[in-house]
């Protein structure tokens, strides 16, 4: 008689009284009641053994605890070799165990869906696998390799919840008696039914505290780097808060520069280097920048947008990675955390959600410590412009206490900081001073800004300092007033410069040229308009008028000139003796420079006249004076020696004006200037042409023109009949016609009998009527005199 197993279920399942139980033996020998009492303890221990995993998994919550004490359960009761069991992490998608590595617990994990364990767990069906294990391509011979351990049978069955969802898988290996069978898979099942529910309880126990150890580590890590506000040191503290916090090895902080549109790094693990920049859309970094995704590798070898170059450099070996932007509120993505190589497995939701949450406060503490750095930067150069100021910064509080001073301020008033600090305005400025704090108390009054301009201030010890000064009232962000800033430019030298600049040049060109800086007196080629003017006979003059009265002349006379200058921009160059000469466009330029340098002859003329209307008043003799004016390029600049420079101009065209104004003397006129000065002439002012004459020293001839703009009828009768008569007059001879050329000059002469030009023109017309000129006569007169 076999008794199978069904048959011990069935003795064990249903009560049997005395007789059915004698009935049953009577049945058997002795051989097959052995076997009966084999099989019914065997029956009772695995019963048992069911029983008893209740009472061994109910007494704790930690998975370490449950882990091993379970594999003990299973490897003993289905008389397996050894067992393992592994739970599901949803958040990674894997597998995981708990096994003992020397004296510390280790965990081992895989994807959900490798090998037997897998499968098991993706089917949620039980296997057994009795043929040679190593024929079933699921499973992986690499552990047998490397442990030198030998599979040959496993029984493996799924985990499931209350809710029968699969929540892990149980496997025996190697059944020391046979293979496993069914009855081994449904005790397995049994033992597997049992501890769920303390493993699924011992799992929520495990994520609850993890996360209670979590949500402490990040308040910590973020209380460590909240504290700090130096940029540098900060990125150091978050970059190791972060790899601590996902206990991982190492990682790197990326900072975005707007300026650049880089990444920059001054803080990467592993990486000798001061700084690190790249473009803000290159590599893994730079995707995560600009996408602003989390970007998570689980092997960074088979991705193609890892680049092995720095582990070959660097000896490293990079095997996963996580990508988080550092996103602020209202600023988007400020920079880039990579963090390297998780020391358990892959990087998972979990460490995603962890990082997320790390780099939100993270990007606080960086802007906070950005912030900082802007206004540490901003106070350093506020610090450093007050520092380089020539002018005096005086900074007061609502009170009017003075609480900030720079250098100048010291250096201006004479007192050491020391001195001012923490005094009230009042104090400082008394007596003769009164007027600075009358300028703080308008302010005060007003809130407006007050300027006092060219102002003596009375320092101690020493002359009276010359100062703008300027008061401003300071506000804040709400507009409330906060205190008021006062600043004083020293003027004294520059009040001396403009005494002596203004007896050279009028006030609108020397306020130009204080403007402009020492830039325009250095030497440069420009184009300026010359004008030399001279006393006619002053030799005699002066022989005849004595030293004193001599004098008295000059300067009236040089008194009204030297205001007509002026009024047209023009520059004082020198005098020499009782010759002018001015320049217009020296210092600075004007495109009515060959105009305004006419005007002055013209003026000049006039008041020349009234200058002789007192002269004779006075029973003096009146005075003539001749005008010459040039244009064109000369050398302006400072010119001499390193004991006496002297700001003037040299060029031809300097010596062109003074050959005219000596040129007055032969044609009878008064002010004569060249074609250059005409043709760059704005205004209709009245003019003829006179002559083309080739001066000493020059080859090429110059075309002369005479300004007429000053004349009077008295002075020049019949202006308009004697100018029409001279220029046709003068067009005739330049064409040889020289009797219809001295008609006109007659007519010119009869128009204004003391037309100088005319008369001259009339006695060559009369040489060149007795004697022509050469064939190559051009018409050019050479002047013979210097």
């Not at 048959?7 to 002795?30: F, M, S, V, Y």
């Not at 100021?389 to 001073?405: E, Y």
Request: hydrophobic share 40%.
């Amino acid at each position: 008689m076999r008794i199978g197993t069904e048959t011990i279920r069935d003795i064990l399942d249903h009560p049997l009284n005395q007789a059915d139980i004698e009935k049953l033996l009577r049945g058997l020998n002795e051989t097959e009641k052995a076997q009966l009492f084999l099989r019914i303890a065997e029956q009772v221990r695995r019963a048992s053994a069911i029983a008893d995993i209740a009472n061994r998994v109910s007494d704790s919550l930690s998975l370490d605890v449950l882990f091993p004490r379970l594999m003990e359960v299973v490897t003993e009761t289905l008389n397996a070799d050894r067992s393992s069991l592994f739970l599901y992490d949803p958040e990674t998608k894997e597998l995981y165990s708990r096994v003992m590595q020397g004296n510390v617990m280790g965990e081992i994990r895989f994807p959900s869906d490798l090998g037997i364990a897998g499968s098991v767990f993706t089917s949620g069906e039980a296997e057994i696998i009795t043929a040679d294990v190593y024929d079933n391509t699921r499973f992986n011979q690499e552990v047998d390799r490397r442990t030198g351990y030998r599979t040959r049978n496993i029984v493996c069955v799924p985990i499931r919840n209350k809710s029968r969802e699969v929540i892990g898988v149980t496997q025996a290996l190697n059944k020391r008696a046979g293979d496993f069978d069914a009855e081994d898979q449904r005790l397995l099942e049994g033992l597997s039914q049992q501890a769920a529910a303390a493993l699924e309880n011992a799992r929520l126990f495990e994520k609850v505290e993890r996360a209670q150890r979590e949500e402490a580590m990040l308040l910590e890590v973020v209380s460590s780097i909240a504290s700090e506000v130096r940029l540098g040191p900060l990125l150091a503290k978050i970059l190791a808060a972060a790899t601590q916090l996902l206990d991982s090895d190492r990682g790197a902080l990326f900072l975005y520069d707007p300026k650049r549109d880089e990444l920059y790094s001054h803080v990467a693990g592993g990486i000798d280097s001061s700084e690190i920049r790249f473009p803000a859309n290159a590599g893994i970094a730079g995707e995560c920048f600009t996408s602003g995704n989390v970007i998570n590798i689980l092997d960074a070898y088979k991705d193609a947008r890892f680049n092995p170059e720095i582990d070959r450099r660097t000896g490293y070996r990079t095997r996963n990675m996580l990508c988080m932007p550092i996103v602020a509120k209202g600023a988007g993505v400020i920079g880039v955390m990579e963090i390297l190589n998780r020391r358990l497995g892959a990087f998972g939701a979990a460490d995603e959600r962890r990082l997320r949450a790390f780099c939100a406060e993270a990007a606080v503490s960086i802007q906070n410590a950005q912030l900082f750095e802007e206004i540490s930067a901003e106070r350093n150069y506020n610090e450093s412009i007050l520092r380089s100021m020539s002018n005096a910064v005086l900074t007061l509080d609502a009170d009017g206490v003075l609480r900030k001073v720079n250098e100048s301020a010291t250096r201006i008033l004479r007192r050491g900081e020391h001195e001012l600090v923490g005094r009230a305005l009042g104090e400082l400025f008394a007596g003769r001073n009164a007027w600075v704090s009358g300028s703080l108390d308008k302010v005060r009054a007003e809130g407006k800004t007050d300027i006092t301009v060219d102002t003596d201030l009375f320092v101690e010890g020493a002359e009276a300092v010359s100062v703008d000064l300027t008061t401003v009232p300071l506000v804040s962000i709400s507009d409330e007033p906060i205190g008021y800033m006062l600043m004083m430019e020293d003027i004294t030298r520059e009040k001396r410069m403009r005494n002596t600049l203004s007896r050279y040049m009028s006030k609108a060109v020397m306020d130009q040229l204080l403007e402009s800086g020492d830039a325009v007196l250095g030497g440069i080629s420009r184009e300026v308009s010359v004008l030399f003017s001279d006393i006619r006979g002053f030799t005699s003059i002066s022989e005849r008028l004595g030293a004193q009265e001599t004098v008295a002349l000059l300067n009236e006379y040089f008194t009204d000139m030297v205001d007509i200058v002026f009024a047209h921009e023009g520059v004082l160059d020198k005098y020499m003796g009782d010759m002018i000469m001015a320049v217009f466009g020296s210092v600075l330029q004007n495109a009515d420079d060959p105009d305004n340098a006419v005007t002055v002859g013209n003026k000049m003329m006039v008041s020349l006249r009234e200058l002789n209307a007192r002269l004779a008043a006075r029973g003096r003799t009146p005075i003539r004076i001749g005008v010459g004016i040039s244009t064109g390029q000369v050398v302006a600049g400072n010119i001499g020696s390193p004991k006496r420079l002297e700001y003037t101009v040299i060029g031809n065209r300097v010596n062109i004006a003074h050959r005219l104004e000596e040129a007055n003397k032969y044609y009878g006129t008064s002010i004569l200037f060249c074609s250059q000065t005409y043709a760059r002439m704005k205004e209709q002012t009245p003019v003829r042409e006179i002559d083309l004459i080739r001066v000493r020293g020059m080859e090429t001839p110059v075309a002369i023109y005479e300004a007429i703009g000053h004349h009077t009828e008295d002075s020049f009768p019949h202006r308009d009949a004697a100018l029409e008569a001279f220029t046709t007059g003068l067009s005739r001879y330049r064409r040889r016609e020289w009797g219809d050329a001295a008609r006109s000059f007659r007519d010119a002469l009869a128009a204004n009998p003391k037309d100088e030009p005319s008369r001259i023109y009339l006695e060559r017309c009369e040489i060149f009527r007795s004697t022509a000129p050469a064939p190559d006569w051009d018409g050019v007169w050479t002047m013979q005199g210097k």
